[in-house]
């Protein structure tokens, strides 16, 4: 069973900084897409960043330009760096892994910007 462990929300002002992290416990088997979703209040979840294990990646439309996503394999470990954030930004961000046959989730990080 695979644990993803997220940290590095909070709150943070407009135009301020954030990195999230997500580390991957209990694989013996490497991962293949990770990704970070959110879920504003009110509203669906959508997908933030995901990357795939050679280092592809893709972005919603809405953080093109400001988000950054990174993984480190060796840690099983992914990142989310989100500069230039926005109230729009708030919303509770989760951590996604999948491996061949199953998809696992974090149990989500709070980020709120301040206007």
């Known amino acids: 069973q695979v644990h993803l462990v997220e940290s590095g929300g909070g709150l943070v002002e407009t135009g301020g900084s954030l990195r999230l992290s997500c580390a991957a416990s209990g694989s013996d088997f490497s991962l293949n897409t990770m990704a970070w979703y959110r879920q504003p209040p009110g509203k669906q979840r959508e997908l933030v960043a995901g990357?795939?294990?050679?280092?592809?990646?893709n972005y919603g439309d809405s953080v093109k330009g400001r988000f950054t996503i990174s993984r480190d394999n060796a840690k099983n470990t992914v990142y989310l760096q989100m500069n230039g954030l926005k109230p729009e930004d708030t919303a509770v961000y989760y951590c996604f892994a999948s491996s061949t046959v199953y998809a696992y989730w974090g149990q989500g990080t709070q980020v709120t910007v301040s206007s």
């Open positions: 990357i795939t294990s050679g280092g592809r990646t």
